[in-house]
């Protein structure tokens, strides 16, 4: 019992410290001395806003930033196969598997 409590006390300090954290993205400066913005989860981009259109048109033309939107279905392997958007007639329709009903 002690143990359960202790651990519901531990996950409730983590979980009130986590909406806490500050998610502002930093001001850097790279070796050449551009500058660009540092977000929490990895990603960057520029400060000047020119460039950091000029740097988007550049990455999409790579395959792997070709993605499937987020709500859709299928699309095995990013935009290989078909991608069903909400809306259409066949989004979540399941297995046509009659094993799998």
């Known amino acids: ?11 409730a300090a983590a979980s009130s410290l986590a909406g806490e954290l500050d998610r502002t993205p930093l001001e850097a400066q790279t070796a050449d001395g551009q500058k660009v913005r540092l977000f929490p989860n990895g990603r960057w981009e520029y400060v000047d806003t020119a460039k950091a259109t000029a740097a988007q048109r550049v990455a999409e033309q790579y395959p792997e930033n070709k993605t499937r939107p987020i709500d859709s279905q299928g699309g095995v392997f990013g935009s290989v196969g078909r991608v ?6 066949d989004y979540n329709r399941g297995s046509m598997n009659p094993k799998l009903h």
């Open 1 to 11: 019992m002690r143990a359960v409590l202790a651990l519901m006390l531990v996950l």
């Open 84 to 89: 069903i958007m909400p809306g259409d007639k």
